[in-house]
Each structure stands twice: as structure tokens, then as C-alpha cells.
């Protein structure tokens, strides 16, 4: 079946420390990948995607690279900020808006 | 682009007791609409999703039903709660075809 593992968190940082949050998958074919933030007290929203091999995804300074040879979409960001303090789920996608999704990783970003 | 209006934000209820959580779609026609659940500690749990009114697809037995009596309405129920039930339910919408998933802000249910 189809799996998405997330590295555990929680993940505690101080500001403009580098961010990695690993994601690997398991899928019965090519799917699309996806990073979703859910911050305090809200719903998930989309953070960025890739649909395709060695595509990157990138918004608002977070970035991720699907890897095929991996099966990896890891997100990293150069210099994170108190803001960015959330949970982030990686997810893929083999048939339109059905999503997998990983167990969420909890970041805390420290002032 | 997609808003989803999904209330109560906060329940409580006893155990033993019914479950109605709605949501509603604005901004698209014919999406396909989901009910998650996210437990303590946990991620994501896919429970029910719909690709059109009256139609439903359930990923895991459980004590929940869901329902979509209009093309923008999905409704979760129970007739009775557990303890087990608690966790935080999201809906989320799709424009059909589409990859997007736009979510609600969830709510909270506190089954004692």
C-alpha cells in the first residue's frame, strides 16, 4: 500500500537555525507530493508541491525536492523565523485530492 | 479559490450521546469532500470521503457515518459516541479532478 513516514518530531529551533523535517514514501506508482503546515488551533493548508521527478517545490523560503531514487521529498528552510512555528505533514498523491499523509512533525521555533 | 465553514469549533459530550459536525463548501461546484481525524499525538486519519451527493466511501470501520445530503454539505455523525471518539475532525474539499485539498479549521471533540 501506499505510506508516507515522516521524520519524529518534535522539532525545537532557534530563529534562523537551517530546518530539515525528512519524508519518505512508499507508493504503488508515480505520485504527487505534497507539504502541508497546520498552525495552532487551525486547519492544514497546502505549503508547496512537486508532481514529478526532481521537481522542487518552494514557497514562502521552504523548499523540497522530489526524489525518485530515494522515494525522499525532505523540506528545508535556510533561516526559519518564530512564525513558522507549526506542524508540517508531508503527503502524496496517486489519484487526484485522496491524499496519505504522514504523522504531522511538531516545529517550535525558540525567539 | 475554496472556503470551508466547518462548525462547532469546540464540543464536548458525554459518551453514550448522538454526533452531528458539518461543513459546508463555498466557492465550487461538485468537489469532493473528506472527513479526517486527528488524534492526540497522531496524524492524519482519512475516515470518509465523497465524490458527489449521497455518495460515500468510508476507509475505516468505525462508529461514525457520513452523509452529503447537497452537492456542498457533508455531515459526520454518530448515534453513539465513545471515549475513542475524541481527536480533532477535519473537513476538507477538492475541486474535482483536482490535487489541492483546501481544509476547515476543525473542531474539537471531547468525548467524556
Known amino acids: 500500500g501506499n505510506s508516507v513516514t515522516q521524520m519524529e518530531g518534535p522539532v525545537t529551533l532557534s530563529e534562523e537555525a537551517f530546518l530539515t523535517i525528512n519524508c519518505t514514501y512508499t507508493a504503488t506508482g508515480y505520485p504527487s507530493l505534497f507539504w502541508y503546515v497546520q498552525y495552532p488551533g487551525e486547519g492544514l493548508q497546502l505549503l508547496l508541491k512537486?508532481?514529478?521527478?526532481?521537481d522542487k517545490g518552494s514557497n514562502k523560503g521552504f523548499e523540497a525536492t522530489y526524489r525518485k531514487e530515494t522515494t525522499s521529498f525532505h523540506l528545508e528552510k535556510g533561516s526559519v523565523q518564530v512564525s513558522d512555528s507549526a506542524v508540517y505533514f508531508c503527503a502524496l498523491s496517486l489519484s487526484g485530492s485522496r491524499l496519505t499523509f504522514g504523522e504531522g512533525t511538531q516545529l517550535t521555533v525558540n525567539p | 479559490s475554496q472556503t470551508i465553514h466547518q462548525w462547532p469549533a469546540t464540543l464536548v459530550q458525554p459518551v453514550g450521546s448522538p454526533l452531528s459536525l458539518e461543513c459546508t463548501v463555498e466557492g465550487t461546484s461538485n468537489p469532493n469532500l473528506y472527513w479526517y481525524r486527528q488524534a492526540a499525538g497522531r496524524g492524519l486519519q482519512l475516515l470518509f470521503y465523497?465524490?458527489?451527493?449521497?455518495?460515500i466511501s468510508s476507509e475505516v470501520p468505525q462508529n461514525l457515518s457520513a452523509s452529503r445530503p447537497q452537492d456542498r454539505q457533508f455531515i459526520l455523525s454518530s448515534k453513539k459516541l465513545l471515549l475513542s471518539d475524541s481527536g480533532f475532525y477535519l473537513c476538507a474539499s477538492a475541486r474535482e479532478g483536482g490535487e489541492k485539498l483546501f481544509f476547515g479549521s476543525g473542531t474539537q471533540l471531547s468525548v467524556l
Open positions: 512537486a508532481t514529478k521527478a526532481d
Open positions: 465523497s465524490v458527489g451527493i449521497g455518495q
